[in-house]
Structure formats: C-alpha cells, structure tokens
C-alpha cells in the first residue's frame, strides 16, 4: 500500500514538474457567430424532436421563428448562457494565467479549473437524460473538448465544444419526445366551429407540440398524427 502510494505521489510530483504553456492561439470565431447558433439550435432541437414521431419537421413546417422561441421554452437558452459563461470564464483564465510563473500552481489551477466545468456537466447530464449512454457520451465528449481547449488549442476546443452542444441539443430533442410519448398529456381544445380536437384525459390522442402555426396532436388509435391551423384554434384550456 505504501508502496503504490509512493507512485502516486511520483506520478503527481512528475506532472506538476513539467511545464505547462497555455494555447496561445487567438480566438477567431467572431462572437457574432455565436448568437448566429441559436435558431441553428433550434432548428437541431425541434428536428430531433419530431423525427420521434416520424414527422417531418424542416420539409413541411419550417419557420425560424420556431426554432427561436424554442430556445426559451425549452431552457435551451439556459444551457446556452451556461455555455457562454464557461466560454467566459475560459478566457479570463487564460489573461490571469499568462500572469502566472510559479508553473505548479498554473498546472493545479488548470486541473482544477477542468474538473469543476466537467463536474457542472456531468451533473446537468445525469439531471436530464435518462439513458446512461447519453450522459456518459455527452460528458465525456465534453471532458474531451475542454482538455483541447485548456492544453492544445483555444480555437479547436471551441468547435469540439460547439459540436458537443449541437450533439446534447439533438439528444434533448429526443429526450423530450420520449417523455411525452410516455406521459401523453392532453388539454381541452376546441376550433371556431366548437369541435373539440383534443379533450383532457382522452386516451386516444395526446398533444405533441405547438408552433407558431400549427397544433400537433397523436391519434394512437389511428395511428396518425393529426395537425391543425393555430388560427383554427378557439379555446385551449386545461384544469390545473
């Protein structure tokens, strides 16, 4: 035991030992870009979300609008703002770092500075997915994206972390299609004509989604999936 331990703090001796030299490239992606991503999420989102239900999303009901609007009701804005704030404090890191000469506390602040963004993730992971894969694939893309970003290259680090967000917005998308899929929730609404498309607690049919323009409702006895004109729409209500 003595004896593993006394390679531990060898190993650990070794590696704060050598120096560490921060990516040096500058940052090029213009931040213009990055407010650019959100209907882009959107888009990704409300894609992975109906393909579930075999619906054809971005060929028959494209709006950017949507794909804006999602983002909020979705608390995918959040996310994103979490995102930003990682990139932010990435970066004010780096200035304060380049200050630094004593190498090992440079190093134990990098490797703390990982650990605590990568625990943040794995954690927002487990609180959202269900299925292990998802958050084991997602976290440790993640953990992949910030050791490029904090050992090798600022610019490359960012697109791993831009993909790894276009990858968990694709599996949120599918996350909470599974889950209305499971909890089928129904409300009360009616069109101009008083027929009631949908009534709370039916069995046969569940509301899916609603866009700027359409109402999508599942016939499971049917097996359709039914569509209709917000404009059509009277009166949506539900008891609380």
């Known amino acids: 035991m003595k004896l593993i331990n006394t390679r531990t703090y060898r190993k650990f001796r070794y590696c704060l030992s050598r120096k560490h030299e921060l990516p040096s490239d500058k940052f090029i992606i213009n931040p213009l870009l990055l407010v650019s991503l959100i209907p882009f999420l959107g888009a990704l989102y ?23 609007s999602t983002i909020y009701s979705n608390l995918i804005f959040f996310y994103f703002i979490i995102a930003i704030i990682i990139l932010g404090s990435s970066f004010l890191f780096f200035d304060y770092s380049h200050n630094i ?14 650990f605590l963004l990568s625990s943040v993730i794995v954690i927002i ?18 953990i992949f994206a910030i050791i490029i970003l904090f ?33 089928r929730p129904t409300y009360n609404i009616i069109l101009n004509d008083g027929k009631a498309i949908l009534k709370e607690g039916e069995k046969d049919k569940y509301f899916i989604y609603k866009t700027s323009e359409y109402y999508f409702i599942r016939d499971v006895k049917n097996n359709k999936v039914l569509t209709y004109s917000t404009q059509d729409v009277k009166q949506t209500s539900f008891t609380p």
Do not use: P, R
């Open 46 to 68: 409300l894609w992975s979300f109906f393909m579930q239900f075999k619906i054809d999303y971005m060929q028959l009901y494209f709006k950017v609008e949507d794909c804006v």
């Open 151 to 183: 050992n090798k290259s600022i610019n490359l680090g960012i697109f791993f972390l831009l993909f790894y967000t276009s990858v968990f917005i694709c599996f949120l998308g599918k996350e909470h299609a599974i889950n209305i899929s499971k909890n």
């Open 101 to 114: 000469k004593n190498n090992n506390l440079k190093k134990v602040q990098i490797y703390l500075i990982e």
């Open 125 to 142: 992971n487990h609180a959202i997915f269900q299925v292990f894969w998802s958050q084991f694939l997602l976290s440790l893309f993640f």
